[in-house]
């Protein structure tokens, strides 16, 4: 059972930074893609970034300069650095997994690990 569990949000300013973590359990033979999105009050959750474990990365635009995704595969984490923050950066920001090309123990889930896991989410609030 894939389990997320995002840590790192919290109140800051205009202009700070902060730095989710996201620590993946539960799955040990599969490769994955993970990525960060996020869900401002009254909007649709939207895609922030995404890295492979190759480290191909894609940035959703508002991303694009200001935050940075990596991964650290030995520890099953990934991590989003995001500077200049801005209030529109407002929201709960969830980490994601799909993963793929399984074997060993997990074979026999790799259908269901096809579907993106998620997290509970970690909430952001940035003050202008």
């Known amino acids: 059972q894939v389990q997320l569990v995002e840590s790192g949000g919290g109140s800051v300013q205009a202009g700070d930074s902060l730095r989710l973590s996201c620590v993946a359990s539960?799955?040990?033979?599969?490769?994955?893609?993970m990525g960060w999105y996020r869900q401002a009050p009254g909007k649709e959750r939207e895609l922030v970034a995404l890295?492979?474990?190759?480290?191909?990365?894609e940035y959703a635009e508002p991303a694009k300069g200001r935050f940075t995704i990596s991964r650290d595969n030995a520890k099953n984490t990934v991590y989003l650095q995001m500077n200049n923050l801005a209030a529109e950066d407002t929201g709960v920001y969830y980490c994601?997994?799909?993963?793929?090309?399984?074997?060993?123990?997990?074979?026999?889930?790799?259908?269901?690990?096809?579907?993106?896991?998620w997290g509970q989410g970690t909430l952001v609030n940035v003050s202008s």
């Open positions: 890295i492979t474990r190759g480290e191909r990365i």
């Open positions: 994601a997994a799909k993963y793929y090309y399984c074997s060993g123990s997990d074979a026999p889930h790799a259908a269901a690990y096809l579907e993106p896991s």
């Open positions: 539960g799955v040990a033979n599969c490769r994955s893609k």
